[in-house]
């Protein structure tokens, strides 16, 4: 199926080009356009035939939040324009040190800006980057074993910041881990190889949440009105695995709705095996870790072998309720909870948090 985009004001066919990753000349090619530099507002464009990577988050220069403690090419273009602007940066040497923490402050203060030593999209156009304010992203935990577009992004993201020479295949392997690793040290982060928030905020990514897919899903949560599911999700090993809550504050006594879904994001179908008929679990701990709850304590389950399949693109979802109460049915004391979903036959757990209220809201 032919992608179609339709053109919007301040759009060029470079910009568009950055966004889905390919080029002008192709662009120019499918829709036959005789002048490159006249596009219309409305005009339809055809992309190409296949998926299309994530729209990267700047339309016009790479402008990442960079500390003390950054590296990299970043940092050296920064540490050139302090110095073509008159600050003591030291050595151009790609090292957020204290020099250039302090030519930074000194700039932002001389710019009316907030004075953080921080350098933020603000800083950057004080500097002269032609960068707008990103458009809002969803960022997702990525991990060696993901797949799909979310890691077509962060590789667009990679290359772009010269950690990564490879193909955008959209497949989280050993040559995109090195290259997180080795970004993650440059910009003082524990090179854990997972791309975390942090991790995307240095990549320069405004990460807001929203429901993945833009499915958009919204649950009832205190009678009479409606609440924005409060989520997190995780792509592992060919799944996307989405732990929720219908909302992220409680009041005390009031039911906690609890869903979690599995999905195959790869293009084959998958067979699941578990060993009893339980699929899932799900547990809860205080603020101390302990554990106040699980939902398999006192169930019994089936000595059983069991296949799930599950086609490309199809789901499982699983939705329980809570009712504030711990192991030995008395209510629990209000807190930030932590909620931990896993799937039994994936192997597979992810956290998520929530609060009760000392009293309603």
Not at 95 to 122: H, K, S, Y
Not at 170 to 199: K, L, M
Not at 200 to 223: H, Y
Request: net charge negative; aromatic share 10%; charged share 25%.
């Amino acid at each position: 199926m032919t992608l179609t985009y339709v053109v919007r004001t301040g759009d060029t066919l470079y910009t568009i080009a950055r966004r889905f990753n390919t080029t002008v000349e192709r662009l120019v090619a499918l829709n036959n356009i005789s002048d490159p530099n006249m596009i219309m507002v409305g005009m339809v464009l055809r992309i190409s035939e296949e998926e299309p990577a994530p729209r990267p988050p700047l339309e016009a220069e790479w402008c990442p939040r960079l500390s003390r403690g950054s590296r990299g090419n970043a940092v050296r273009e920064l540490q050139r324009l302090l110095a073509n602007r008159g600050y003591n940066v030291g050595n151009i040497d790609g090292i957020f040190g204290n020099r250039t923490r302090n030519a930074v402050m000194g700039f932002q203060r001389a710019q009316n800006l907030n004075v953080t030593g921080v350098v933020d999209i603000e800083t950057w156009r004080a500097l002269g980057r032609d960068c707008r304010r990103p458009d809002a992203e969803y960022c997702p935990i990525l991990r060696p074993g993901s797949r799909g577009s979310g890691i077509r992004f962060l590789q667009s993201l990679l290359a772009r910041a010269n950690y990564y020479p490879g193909p955008i295949d959209g497949i989280y392997g050993s040559a995109t881990e090195r290259a997180v690793r080795a970004f993650q040290r440059d910009n003082n982060i524990t090179p854990t190889g997972i791309v975390d928030e942090s991790t995307w905020a240095a990549l320069g990514v405004s990460c807001v949440p929203q429901f993945p897919d833009g499915e958009g899903d919204v649950i009832p949560g205190r009678p009479g009105e409606e609440a924005e599911l409060n989520y997190v999700w995780e792509e592992r090993d060919g799944f996307r695995y989405i732990l929720a809550t219908n909302e992220q504050r409680y009041y005390p006594g009031q039911r906690v709705r609890i869903i979690f879904r599995k999905r195959n994001i790869t293009d084959e179908t998958v067979t699941l095996r578990y060993s009893t008929s339980q699929l899932f679990d799900f547990y809860i701990s205080d603020e101390d870790g302990n554990e106040i709850w699980r939902w398999s304590e006192d169930r019994s389950f089936l000595p059983v072998e069991r296949e799930m399949v599950l086609a490309p693109g199809e789901d499982e979802t699983t939705e329980i309720i809570w009712n504030q109460r711990d192991k030995f049915g008395r209510p629990i004391r209000p807190q930030t909870f932590t909620l931990w979903g896993t799937n039994l036959g994936a192997g597979e757990s992810i956290p998520l948090q929530f609060v009760v209220s000392e009293t309603n809201f």
